[in-house]
Structures are given as C-alpha cells and as structure tokens.
Nanobody, 127 residues
Framework: QVQLVESGGGLVQAGGSLRLSCVAS????????MGWFRQVPGKEREFVAA????????YYADSVKGRFTISRDNAKNAVYLQMSSLKPDDTALYYC????????????????????WGTGTLVTVSS
C-alpha cells in the first residue's frame, strides 16, 4: 500500500507564501506522475497541479497558474507545491496524489481518478 504524507500547511496572510511537501513510500517514485489537489468542505475535490514522472512536464489549474509551482525530488521521494500570492480562496485541505500506474500523464492524474491519496494538510489564508 502506498503511503503519502503531506506537510507544510498552516495559517498565512493573503499575499503570503507557503511550501507544501509530500513524501511517498516505495522504491520506484521516479516512475510515477504526482499531483496536488484541494478541497473545501461542501465542495468537490479540485485539481491544482501535476508533474510527470519525466521532470519538466507540469500542468496547472487556471486558478493557480503563475502563483503556484510544483516540483519533485526523486532522490527524496518527494513532491512540493510552492504557493505564492496566496488568496483567501486558496483556503482548503490540500492533498497529494500519486498515479496508480507507472509512466502516466499529467492529464490523467488531473482527472483525480486512478490515484492514491494522502491524508491532507490544511492551508488557511486570512484576509
């Protein structure tokens, strides 16, 4: 069973920055596309960003493009989400996701199906 552990959430003022981290279990991390999603109570989970198993291919939701950056460190089995220019609307529980299959595409992970989920880290942006 894959384990994904997120960290880095917290309370930040609007306009501030946070960096989320996710560490995954397993020995073949570099072969899996990873993603970040978020969810507000009462709403569906929504896609935020994804990065392919082949570093260099990234994909972002329009709502975060230009403000958030996803990256990965395969040596550490980690994926990161650098969030800048945060807005109150970014307040949510942020989840890390790993594709169930190897060599997947960012578009496939963005659909939010066929992935493993972490337990989430809470980000609160105050106005």
């Amino acid at each position: 069973q894959v384990q994904l552990v997120e960290s880095g959430g917290g309370l930040v003022q609007a306009g501030g920055s946070l960096r989320l981290s996710c560490v995954a279990s397993g020995r073949t991390f570099s072969t899996y596309t990873m993603g970040w999603f978020r969810q507000v109570p009462g709403k569906e989970r929504e896609f935020v960003a994804a990065i392919s198993w082949s570093p260099g291919t990234t994909y972002y939701a329009d709502s975060v493009k230009g403000r958030f950056t996803i990256s990965r460190d395969n040596a550490k089995n980690a994926v990161y989400l650098q969030m800048s220019s945060l807005k109150p609307d970014d307040t949510a529980l942020y989840y890390c996701a790993r594709d169930r299959g190897q060599w997947g595409t960012v578009a496939a992970v963005a659909r939010g199906t066929g992935v493993y989920w972490g337990t989430g880290t809470l980000v609160t942006v105050s106005s």
